[in-house]
T-cell receptor, first 114, second 116 residues
């Protein structure tokens, strides 16, 4: 379909490994968001892009987390030297206009760090 | 410090009856509120929203009520159907009409079970 897609859907990483999570937003959507959802919690904001510009990265928990959207479409969230506390579902969302518009979420990537 | 609180982790309602999900917020700058629904292994999907200039918004079986003085909103689903069983997230943002650049803050969610 034409929704937000994320890959991989599941990722198991050994502690210390680097991972890269991909998000394909809905075509034409200006805004793209990354959220982290721990078990039993709501999605927590990580970072926000407007086209290729990263306007807000205040939610990234440490400098091990890095996100990019070089051409204003596909985005990658990279986590370096993964730790067990990074285990969570990582959700990507996109919206047509600016932040605050209705966001369409992807299915998420479940990351398990062992 | 949680800015959006959903104090009921779960709620069970008989099919056909009204489901009422509650949400409280602490940040008086919030002016736009949303409800999202989430099924297992799927991302949240937008359900309904309300701007702070209104106190009620209705869309089919779903109605959201906003009480700004109490910093409280609620989602009413009537009549409740089996397909409504899901986790419901309340969310809020400081959505400034001319400067719409603020992020959405989510609550922890309420799991709704519709009983046959």
């Amino acid at each position: 379909g034409a929704g937000v897609s994320q890959s991989p859907r599941y990722k198991v990483a050994k502690r210390g490994q680097d991972v890269a999570l991909r998000c394909d937003p809905i075509s034409g959507h200006v805004s793209l968001f990354w959220y982290q959802q721990a078990l039993g919690q709501g999605p927590e904001f990580l970072t926000y892009f407007q086209n290729e510009a990263q306007l807000d990265k205040s939610g990234l928990p440490s400098d091990r987390f890095f996100a990019e959207r070089p051409e204003g479409s596909v985005s990658t969230l990279k986590i370096q030297r993964t730790q067990q506390e990074d285990s969570a579902v990582y959700l990507c969302a996109s919206s047509f206009g600016l932040a605050g518009d209705e966001q369409y979420f992807g299915p998420g990537t479940r990351l398990t760090v062992t | 410090d949680q800015q959006v609180k959903q104090n009921s982790p779960s709620l069970s309602v008989q099919e056909g009856r009204i489901s009422i999900l509650n949400c409280d917020y602490t940040n008086s700058m919030f002016d736009y509120f949303l409800w999202y629904k989430k099924y297992p292994a799927e991302g949240p999907t937008f359900l309904i929203s309300i701007s702070s200039i209104k106190d009620k918004n209705e869309d089919g079986r779903f109605t959201v009520f906003l009480n700004k003085s109490a910093k409280h909103l609620s989602l009413h689903i009537v009549p409740s159907q089996p397909g409504d069983s899901a986790v419901y997230f309340c969310a809020a943002s400081a959505f400034r009409l001319l400067d719409r650049d603020d992020k959405i803050i989510f609550g922890k969610g309420t799991r709704l079970h519709i009983l046959p």
